[in-house]
């Protein structure tokens, strides 16, 4: 169950009452009179299955209750009520299925954004990959892909595709095409940094890597394993199972491949740099081709879900 909280002027409560009233799968109605201060008015509050926020959300919108009013969701960890269950009953499929719209883009909003601790994240998981493929440790290469932050644009840019939101685009672009180049820069500086101290040896890039060597050797799987955890990566998001993430940023090779192609340029070896940069592409490609099919394939099988008498 999802919890509603609504102001509203007090001349426009009857109508949030009757739009809340309006859609299956709400319940727990209530008004506090007067209660609102900013802006001031009624408090107007309910809860509603997951299954059906997404419709009440669109209603409530529609209506203009934003606009002059305000709407805050939260999630509820456990109800204990009859009613509750009977609204999850009547609700057309199943929670788990659902997508909260409104939820995913304001989420993938918050993750997209270029901020300075995104690029703090991404450039130091970028340099532990260089690290990695140093010493050709896969367990580093594997602690670089769970500190990488790149999901967040690239789901942002599957949700803005899918909901024509050009503004969620552009703010998605912007974190991927300023944030992997700066932390590309940074970590080609680093590993100067680290050769000139004697941490760092190009014979030992040079060398045989058997752990490492598949960042900068794409293949057909390259492609496959992204696309793949492209789509679980928003399945994840979409059904609230955030812990599923952590298998998707293990599995795409976006910041080794990173990592090698700056490791690889600071030392002149463009073979390497090509390789990293098809790799790098084909798993920002895979991932966000998966995500937009994904949420594309979500919205058709809710939108027949909730079409259907049956809800079947």
Not at 228 to 236: E, M
Not at 269 to 287: C, D, F, H, M, P
């Amino acid at each position: 169950m999802l919890h509603v909280r609504m102001l509203t002027p007090a001349d426009r409560t009857e109508e949030v009452v009757a739009l809340v009233e309006g859609v299956t799968g709400t319940t727990h109605l209530a008004v506090l009179a007067g209660a609102a201060r900013d802006p001031r008015g009624d408090v107007v509050l309910c809860d509603v299955a997951r299954e059906a926020a997404d419709e009440l959300l669109e209603v409530l919108r529609t209506a203009g209750v934003p606009e002059w009013g305000a709407v805050t969701v939260d999630d509820v960890g456990l109800t204990l009520s009859r009613r509750a269950d009977a609204a999850e009953e009547a609700a057309p499929g199943e929670g788990a299925d659902a997508i909260v719209w409104e939820s995913l883009v304001e989420e993938t909003h918050e993750e997209s954004t270029l901020t300075f601790t995104f690029l703090a994240f991404l450039t130091l998981a970028t340099m532990l990959a260089a690290c990695g493929v140093i010493i050709d440790s896969a367990i580093l290469i594997v602690g670089a892909m769970a500190v990488g932050p790149e999901f967040g644009p690239l789901a942002g840019l599957c949700t803005a595709i899918v909901r024509r939101a050009p503004r969620l685009a552009r703010q998605s672009l912007a974190a991927l095409l300023v944030g992997f180049p700066v932390a590309m820069a940074v970590t080609g500086g680093f590993s100067l940094l680290m050769d000139w101290l004697g941490l760092f040896h190009e014979a030992r890039f040079l060398a045989a890597r058997p752990q490492t060597a598949f960042i900068w050797q794409p293949d057909a799987f390259s492609f496959i394993v992204a696309f793949l955890a492209g789509a679980a990566g928003v399945l994840s998001l979409t059904s609230a199972k955030s812990g599923a993430l952590i298998g998707v940023a293990i599995s795409v090779t976006t910041v080794p491949a990173a990592a090698n192609a700056a490791v690889a340029l600071s030392y002149g070896n463009w073979t390497e740099t090509r390789g990293s940069a098809v790799q790098l592409g084909l798993n920002l490609l895979g991932i966000v081709a998966a995500g937009t099919l994904t949420l594309l394939g979500q919205r058709w099988f809710w939108s027949r879900r909730r079409s259907s008498p049956s809800g079947v």
